[in-house]
């Protein structure tokens, strides 16, 4: 085996060490599990679980449950992108499922019809005041908004007050859901408007998941943005003395995150065609395994947007396969509990290993 040498200190350059990225280990995992339920599916069911088997369909793939997948993961992956941003920095956060709640209570009252089959709305927030069939843009700002504020409020606590994240956040969690129930006393919020109801309609949230997820992708890799991130991630006081504005650059973080769980919940209760106070209930959690699953280390400075996409799929070919095996949804959340307290674990042990690397 050749080794060639580099430098003036004569270090050698072994191309068999050369480490893969860890993207592709998140992608063989998904194969694999792919091909696990395929299998049981095969020897125990007689059926295909990725490929279609039925006679008058000529496609080669069960296209159906692909669109399943996809679009089941695709909300909660919008709230991931943002999760993904905050753990790099070395932080978390604990209520982006409570700011779904609220957002879209909040955004939901805006985008209301004032009449339904001939007759006043009966789920009118406003009533008299008249804030009804307003254009779709007036909602999508107001829940954006929030999602701003409360990031605002998250990001401050954080790089100001020298709060924990877990604590800055665990209040803001509890916040917000109270707001959510508070807004409508805890009553739904329905009849949106049809443009409001067209940003959820048929596949549009994985449109929208995509696109964000591409463009995240890029400022992560490309921008002075990201690398700050996983400078501070990385090394917070290093980062500190280059002259880069830590605290700002926080808030910045948790403002983009929040403000991508407010977009999740206007994506979700147009979806919806109505609004619950119990909305985004555990979201949080799975934007976090998400993440954790694709790569993104919960020490901070290490993981990618692109890995956080592969840990969604992961986690609806997980859902869509228990389905598939006909599993009662209470095993789902058993195993969904299983894949985060694994999540971490598998963390700890990439930590681990590149310890003992060096």
């Given at each position: 085996m050749s080794q060639t040498t580099h430098g003036l200190g004569g270090l050698k350059y072994d191309p068999t060490k050369?480490?893969?990225?860890?993207?592709?280990n998140v992608f063989f995992a998904l194969v694999g599990i792919i091909i696990v339920f395929e299998l049981i599916g095969r020897l125990f069911m007689g059926d295909s679980f990725l490929f279609n088997t039925r006679d008058n369909v000529d496609t080669l793939f069960n296209q159906a449950r692909l669109q399943i997948i996809i679009l089941q993961v695709s909300i909660v992956g919008i709230i991931a992108i943002g999760v993904t941003q905050v753990i790099i920095t070395g932080g978390i956060d604990l209520s982006s499922g409570s700011i779904v709640g609220a957002t879209a209570m909040i955004a939901m009252s805006f985008a209301q019809v004032a009449m339904v089959n001939g007759n006043p709305n009966p789920k009118a927030i406003f009533g008299d005041l008249g804030w009804m069939d307003l254009p779709v843009i007036v909602p999508v700002l107001v829940g954006l908004s929030c999602g701003v504020v409360a990031g605002l409020i998250n990001g401050s606590l954080v790089a100001y007050t020298k709060i924990p994240p877990f604590i800055a956040t665990l209040g803001m969690m509890v916040t917000a859901r109270g707001i959510a129930k508070w807004w409508s006393k805890g009553n739904p919020i329905s009849f949106p408007t049809d443009s409001y109801a067209l940003i959820g309609k048929g596949m549009t949230p994985v449109f929208l998941f995509v696109v964000l997820a591409v463009l995240f992708h890029c400022i992560m890799t490309y921008t002075k943005y990201g690398k700050h991130c996983y400078a501070i991630g990385s090394n917070e006081a290093a980062t500190r003395m280059s002259g880069i504005n830590v605290d700002r650059h926080k808030v910045l973080v948790y403002v983009i995150a929040s403000g991508l769980a407010a977009f999740a919940a206007i994506v979700l209760s147009s979806?919806?065609?109505?609004?619950?106070?119990?909305?985004?209930?555990?979201?949080?959690?799975?934007?976090?395994?998400?993440?954790?699953?694709?790569?993104?280390s919960l020490q901070g400075g290490r993981g990618s947007i692109l890995g956080t996409v592969l840990g969604a799929l992961i986690f609806g070919v997980i859902i869509s396969g228990f389905t598939f095996l006909k599993l009662d949804a209470y095993y789902q959340e058993m195993v969904k509990g299983v894949i985060i307290v694994g999540a971490v674990v598998l963390d700890q042990w990439r930590q681990q290993s590149r310890s003992r690397g060096k």
């Open positions: 050369k480490a893969r990225a860890p993207e592709w979806k919806n065609l109505t609004a619950q106070a119990g909305m985004g209930v555990m979201y949080e959690l799975d934007a976090i395994a998400m993440a954790v699953i694709g790569g993104v």
